[in-house]
């Protein structure tokens, strides 16, 4: 069942993930702090710098994907955040359990 803005009663509205990208945002920078535990020496050959760079983008990717399926889980679980396509107004819907 669609459901309507309760400002001008659009029944044209997205799901906006907030906790998604929150829990992908906090997930890469993680995973990159993490990866990032090269203590920094003061002629760092670049070969060893290359892999420390990559070594962290691929961790941060990784807790980014992590994030975001925990942000997802959330959104489920507790309320559902959407975007009117009309008027642009955002509104929370509250899960009803029964
Ligand atoms: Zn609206």
Redesign the pocket.
């Known amino acids: 069942m669609p459901l309507q803005?309760?400002?001008?009663?659009?029944l044209r509205?997205r799901r906006r993930n907030s906790a998604i990208q929150l829990g992908a945002a906090l997930g890469t920078v993680f995973g990159v702090g993490c990866a990032v535990r090269t203590p920094i020496v003061k002629s760092i050959p670049a070969e060893a710098l290359a892999k420390a760079v990559l070594e962290s983008l691929r961790a941060g990717m990784k807790g980014g994907l992590i994030g975001a399926q925990m942000g997802e889980h959330f959104d489920e679980q507790f309320q559902t955040s959407k975007r009117?396509l009309?008027?642009?107004?955002t509104f929370v819907v509250k899960q009803t359990s029964n």
Not at 5 to 10: D, G, K, Q, R
Not at 86 to 89: H, I, K, S, W
Request: proline share 8%; glycine share 8%.
């Open positions: 803005c309760p400002y001008c009663l659009s509205n009117c009309n008027c642009g107004q």
